[in-house]
């Protein structure tokens, strides 16, 4: 519990630094789906070879118009089941994203490839054979995308998650997403 408090009390500290000294975004909303691919072979008996994601974001604001570091607020789900079971994960976390092209994010006429990092509060629920567990820790993402005219991004990640009863739902993604 002192972890989350921690990360939580961090995230909003740069939150309100990012967005103090920040330019604002022209879509800052951003919605996603796909699939996943889970690492670990106990996390396959739960919930199958392939699990749903989705994702909702907020971006709060480029650090500088140039080389902008792009923080957002997001809230991303992963689930899966299979023979009876199932594990859930959610999460609420922050994210920086760095763009490579030249203006930084500048993709109304083409392609704007970016990396990023995320942190937060993941919570998993493990359920089999009756038997039934939820964690909340701390866990994370990697992302590599591209943002396609400024509205349109592909997505891969790779998504790391508290284990739940011996199980690591932690896996490898891919997405397609909208931005408003």
């Not at 089999?128 to 396609?148: M, Q, W, Y």
């Not at 509205?151 to 891969?156: A, D, L, P, T």
Request: charged share 15%; proline share 5%; net charge negative.
């Amino acid at each position: 519990m002192k972890l989350m408090t921690t990360l939580l009390v961090g995230a909003l500290a740069l939150c309100s630094i990012v967005v103090a000294s920040a330019d604002p975004l022209q879509h800052p909303w951003s919605a996603k789906v796909g699939i996943g691919w889970p690492m670990q072979d106990n996390a396959k008996s739960d919930e199958g070879n392939t699990v749903l994601t989705a994702g909702l974001a907020y971006g709060l604001a480029k650090s500088n118009p140039s080389a902008p570091l792009m923080y957002s607020i997001y809230s991303d789900y992963a689930g899966g089941s299979n023979d009876g079971g199932h594990i859930y994960s959610y999460s609420l976390g922050l994210s920086a994203r760095t763009f490579f092209s030249k203006p930084a994010g500048d993709t109304k006429n083409g392609c704007s490839p970016y990396a990023g990092i995320g942190v937060g509060a993941y919570a998993v629920d493990d359920s089999f054979n009756d038997n039934s567990k939820t964690v909340v820790n701390a866990g994370g993402k990697l992302f590599l995308g591209a943002e396609i005219s400024g509205i349109y991004f592909v997505e891969v990640n790779y998504n790391w998650l508290p284990d739940c009863q011996g199980a690591n739902p932690s896996y490898l993604g891919t997405q397609v997403g909208l931005r408003f």
